[in-house]
């Protein structure tokens, strides 16, 4: 064990004896206090000014119960602060995603809008080639009945002339 420890130990011994011995309950506070145990030093002080409250001893103890308290009250609030501090940096931070998924989203919804409108013309001319095609197609299609028509009027005409050369001939 270390000498707080044991400092610790021998005062708790002694103040078994004595329960009401300032010295020692301020001994202990003073121990406590060293340890860093606030809690523990605070209520040997707090015996001591509760036993002799205008004693010196109980005067000294009453300024470091308020001397602690204001220490622990400083620490908290340096902790609050720290913690609002944390929250203000995430909160910008926040406000940065936010402001940055903005962007992003005003970006792309505008390329998004063009692509939409890229897609929309894509499929305007691809209807207009498929009408065009159509047409081809019945064109074609026309075109080729009319030639088969004009190859059965060649072959007759063929035939006739022949027919007529043949009888001519004879």
């Known amino acids: 064990e270390g000498l707080l420890e044991n400092s610790l130990s021998y005062f708790k011994k ?16 003073t121990i406590e206090t060293l340890r860093g145990d606030v809690q523990s030093a605070i209520k040997y002080y707090q015996k001591v000014v509760n036993i002799a409250p205008t004693s010196p001893q109980g005067l000294d103890a009453d300024k ?18 720290k913690k609002e501090q944390e929250l203000q940096k995430m909160n910008q931070t926040q406000i940065l995603r936010d402001n940055i ?29 498929k009408e065009e095609a159509q047409k081809a197609r019945e ?22 002339y022949l027919f007529y050369k043949y009888r001519k001939g004879k």
């Open 139 to 160: 064109i074609n299609e026309k075109m080729r009945k009319e030639h088969e028509e004009l190859k059965e009027k060649n072959a007759h005409h063929r035939r006739m």
């Open 101 to 129: 998924r903005r962007e992003m989203d005003q970006k792309y919804s505008k390329q998004l809008e063009s692509l939409r409108v890229e897609i929309s013309e894509l499929k305007e001319q691809t209807t207009k080639l």
């Open 64 to 81: 470091e119960i308020l001397r602690m308290e204001s220490e622990v009250r400083n620490r908290q609030e340096s902790k609050i602060k």
């Open 14 to 29: 002694i103040l078994k004896d004595s329960p009401q011995d300032l010295e020692i309950l301020m001994w202990l506070g």
